[in-house]
């Protein structure tokens, strides 16, 4: 076997981001072939990815990001094990460059995303390396993007959630754009408006209603409709264009937009968080 150089390990180290003894090893198995010493760190990865499967991958990092003329925005997740490597500085630019990515190419979806290249392979197998480099379990948990005549996008501090908008109009003040994202972010609304909820949560709502009704002693035969009109205090609460925004609560996110630009309108949103 010849002798390793120090040069030769750090070149590797650099190509793969494989830690230093791992790239020692890996060239000394393949007596310094480059090529062979890859493929050895990226079984390594894949082997270490099986063994992981089972593995809880909770944490991790939630980002968004627009377009540069403001017209997409897009939302990723990169799950990990544990905070120390969520907070990690090499782990959350590698999540960056999937969201760059994103921001590029446009994907349909998560499954298009992971097909998409990074470094030269695809972005699922490079999360295979990354696992191996890493060790951890990684995973591409969420992409979901927006588009409009402006979108903003907001991330909370920690990249544990993040949010974007989209808007029917362009040319407002942009600071009325972070604060629609940012009342997503603290508010969660459900649905855009009332007619957006979905059947089987408003469904839901009416059967707690009634219990609620029922266990106040009101007759079985009037819960139902009590029920039903507790759904606008539902719908003032949980859609956000009938909140009251956060920093005006005399006004309804609605109201304010309108004041804003007449005509102005939120068009669709998207909110992910890695908190429970």
Do not use: W
């Amino acid at each position: 076997m010849s002798q390793i150089k120090a040069a030769d390990v750090a070149k590797l180290r650099k190509m793969t981001g494989a830690g230093m003894m791992d790239c020692k090893n890996a060239l000394g198995e393949t007596d310094g072939d480059f090529d062979a010493a890859i493929d050895i760190l990226r079984k390594k990865g894949q082997k270490l990815a099986s063994k992981r499967a089972d593995r809880e991958a909770s944490e991790g990092a939630v980002l968004a990001k627009t377009s540069s003329d403001n017209t997409y925005g897009a939302i990723i997740a990169l799950n990990c094990e544990t905070d120390f490597v969520a907070k990690n500085i090499d782990f959350v630019k590698f999540a960056q460059n999937i969201l760059d990515i994103a921001i590029e190419n446009k994907p349909a979806n998560l499954d298009e995303l992971k097909a998409l290249e990074i470094n030269g392979k695809k972005i699922e197998d490079e999360i295979i390396n990354q696992i191996g480099v890493i060790g951890e379990k990684l995973e591409l948990s969420y992409f979901e993007s927006v588009s409009g005549e402006f979108v903003s996008s907001y991330i909370h501090p920690g990249n544990m959630l993040s949010t974007i908008a989209s808007f029917n109009k362009s040319g407002f003040d942009e600071q009325v754009g972070k604060d629609i994202v940012m009342q997503i972010a603290a508010m969660s609304p459900v649905a855009l408006d009332k007619d957006d909820v979905p059947e089987k949560v408003v469904a839901k709502e009416i059967e707690i209603g009634k219990d609620q009704a029922i266990q106040e002693g009101k007759p079985a035969d009037l819960a139902e409709k009590i029920a039903k009109g507790r759904l606008n205090k539902f719908f003032k609460e949980s859609t956000l264009l009938n909140q009251q925004f956060v920093k005006d609560n005399k006004l309804s996110i609605k109201d304010y937009l309108v004041k804003t630009d007449k005509g102005l309108t939120v068009t669709a949103f998207k909110r992910f968080t890695l908190n429970v």
